[in-house]
């Protein structure tokens, strides 16, 4: 059975801050990781994948990924309200998801 | 360039009823995969198509299944509907490298499935 592990939250940060968001997966096998942000109501946005261990930064995102710890992470610089949302973490080619980390950024 | 459409947005059926959703992948993608995400949990994927056949396959029972058609659109049917059965489908398109392509898959806005 292969399972993805989130905190749900909510994890609260203050707007400008840097949000950290993590995730463990039980297949150690995977090969592919996204991160998908899910406004309530919506349906999920691909904002970040990453293939390989090390890090893969996009503008005010960056995901981590350490293969030999089954780990993955977000981190979100300078968090802005509009960045308030679920954000799921998926794995493998047909996505096996997180249930999601709420996020909260306050002004 | 259009992104992947579903319809209807959204349904209400009773138990026992069968319900047919429908997705058009993203311009250029060739493959579709369907989730299932229950009120507060992730999506839980029920199967993929591409060149019409179903090439993989979640853990869900045989009264979901589906048909992808030559212009590569969609449907997912669910027969003899379960209370348990309410939830927001998602259909996902990308486009298809092999059965271990790494390409990310991209949503549709979901139809919302309710059952009385």
């Known amino acids: 059975q292969k399972e993805v592990e989130q905190n749900s939250g909510p994890l609260s940060v203050p707007e400008g801050a840097i949000a950290s968001l993590n995730c463990t997966y039980s297949?150690?096998?995977?090969?592919?990781f996204f991160w998908y942000r899910q406004y309530s109501g919506k349906s999920p946005e691909l904002i970040m994948s990453?293939?390989?261990?090390g890090d893969q930064e996009d503008g005010r995102f960056t995901a981590q990924l350490n293969k030999a710890s089954q780990y993955v992470s977000l981190l979100i610089r300078d968090s802005q309200p509009s960045d308030s949302a679920t954000y799921l973490c998926a794995v493998t080619v047909t996505l096996v998801f997180g249930a999601g980390t709420i996020l909260r950024v306050k002004s | 360039d259009a992104g992947v459409t579903q319809s209807p947005t959204h349904l209400i059926k009773t138990r026992g009823q069968q319900v047919t959703l429908r997705c058009s992948p993203k311009?250029?993608?060739?493959?579709v995969s369907w989730y299932q995400q229950a009120l507060g949990q992730g999506p839980q994927f029920i199967f993929q198509y591409y060149e019409e056949e179903e090439r993989q396959r979640g853990n869900f029972p045989d009264r979901f299944s589906g048909h992808q058609f030559p212009n590569y659109s969609s449907e997912l049917n669910v027969n003899a509907l379960l209370l348990g059965d309410s939830a927001l489908y998602l259909c996902?398109?990308?486009?298809?490298?092999?059965?271990?392509?790494?390409?990310?898959?991209?949503f549709g806005d979901g139809t919302r499935l309710s059952i009385l």
């Open positions: 990453i293939y390989s261990n």
């Open positions: 297949d150690r096998g995977s090969q592919s």
């Open positions: 311009s250029g993608h060739d493959t």
């Open positions: 996902a398109s990308s486009f298809w490298q092999g059965p271990d392509s790494n390409q990310p898959q991209h």
